[in-house]
């Protein structure tokens, strides 16, 4: 006898509601009406978490006061700085299976790695894999959702990231720049949250239980540095010759990050996972290409790139910056 399909997850928590992409997953399930969201958040903080959620001020140092804040949740999701505590994500996973909650989505989000990719993985991929294993015991089961790069942050955030400084109208092309990569938009990182949660927790043909210890591996493009700028052409109304257009190759751009990472600096750490993934031999950059992807799962749209490149530019436009007192040239 087959079981009748239980109702999706209702009560669902978030570390980082207040920045970029936790906002975007907070108000994408926000807007289906389904879901209790509660957004997790420092003592001190002032920033805004989207209207409708439920804020609980935490401290994040005392065990008991994030087990508080969890207990009852069904789905964790924890989304974390760059400079969050290296030990922060394993104690947000340690306190949430004492809770009981059920789903961790933890916070490792890009190209996909099978475990053995990962373990030889010099970059996040060991750190991701190591996360998504935090987060697995009788009592919890991981849910990563795999995206590639985001689109708006890495094509705003300057030279250091996608080779792009749009203010200047400079770009640095690493090798060639037709290396094509799988990235997704914030806005279609929330709908997948959204669509995934949205399926019955059990007892369905799809259903959330079914991703147990899974990837969720979803896309908004397949693109190129040349496929970026072309965009930008359209957006801008500018061409090649309104731009400086270097060239550089990859493996250089690696070691040179790798040298900057070794002063302390912000930028050797971009540069480094970023020329990672513009290697030619990288085939897990662009997933998409050779992996079967949730977008048709999950109910996504497909998406305009030129849209998402203008919201990069109004980004830039607006005075974005997500590391304030600091320049991202």
């Keep these: 006898m087959t079981a009748m399909p239980t109702k999706p997850l209702e009560k669902v928590a978030i570390v980082g509601a207040t920045g970029r992409i936790g906002g975007a997953f907070a108000e994408a399930l926000l807007k289906?009406?389904?879901?209790?969201?509660?957004?997790?958040?420092?003592?001190?903080?002032?920033a805004k978490a989207p209207e409708g959620a439920n804020v609980v001020r935490v401290n994040y140092n005392d065990e008991t006061s994030l087990?508080?804040?969890?207990?009852?949740?069904q789905f964790l999701v924890i989304t974390?700085?760059?400079?969050?505590?290296?030990?922060?994500?394993?104690?947000i996973v340690s306190a949430a299976v004492k809770a009981g909650v059920p789903y961790i989505m933890p916070n490792a989000f890009g190209s996909p790695l099978s475990p053995e990719?990962?373990?030889?993985?010099?970059?996040?991929?060991?750190?991701?894999?190591?996360r998504a294993r935090e987060a697995q015991s009788e009592a919890s089961s991981s849910i990563t959702m795999p995206c590639g790069f985001w689109y708006e942050w890495s094509l705003a955030l300057g030279e250091q990231w996608f080779g792009f400084t749009i203010k200047d109208r400079k770009v640095t092309f690493f090798d060639d720049g037709?290396?094509?990569m799988t990235v997704s938009t914030w806005d279609q990182c929330g709908r997948a949250l959204a669509g995934l949660l949205s399926l019955p927790e059990s007892g369905s043909a799809r259903s959330l239980a079914q991703f147990k210890n899974k990837q969720v591996l979803i896309k908004s493009f397949r693109v190129s540095q040349r496929d970026m700028?072309?965009?930008?052409?359209?957006?801008?109304?500018t061409s090649d010759a309104d731009w400086e257009i270097t060239y550089e190759p990859v493996v250089k751009r690696i070691a040179d990050g790798v040298a900057e990472m070794a002063q302390g600096k912000l930028t050797g750490f971009a540069k480094k996972l970023y020329g990672a993934g513009f290697l030619s031999t990288n085939k897990q950059s662009d997933f998409a290409a050779h992996m079967e992807v949730a977008n048709g799962?999950?109910?996504?749209?497909?998406?305009?790139?030129?849209?998402?490149?203008?919201?990069?530019?109004?980004?830039?436009?607006?005075?974005?910056?997500p590391f304030p007192g600091e320049t991202l040239a």
């Design 32 to 46: 289906t009406g389904q879901h209790t969201v509660t957004a997790l958040t420092r003592q001190d903080s002032e």
């Design 67 to 73: 087990i508080k804040a969890l207990e009852g949740q």
């Design 80 to 91: 974390l700085s760059v400079r969050a505590p290296e030990d922060l994500h394993g104690r």
């Design 117 to 130: 990719d990962a373990e030889q993985d010099e970059g996040m991929g060991k750190i991701f894999a190591e």
């Design 178 to 180: 037709k290396k094509v």
């Design 229 to 237: 700028l072309d965009s930008l052409h359209r957006i801008l109304g």
């Design 297 to 321: 799962v999950l109910g996504l749209p497909e998406e305009d790139l030129d849209e998402a490149t203008r919201r990069a530019v109004k980004m830039l436009e607006s005075g974005w910056n």
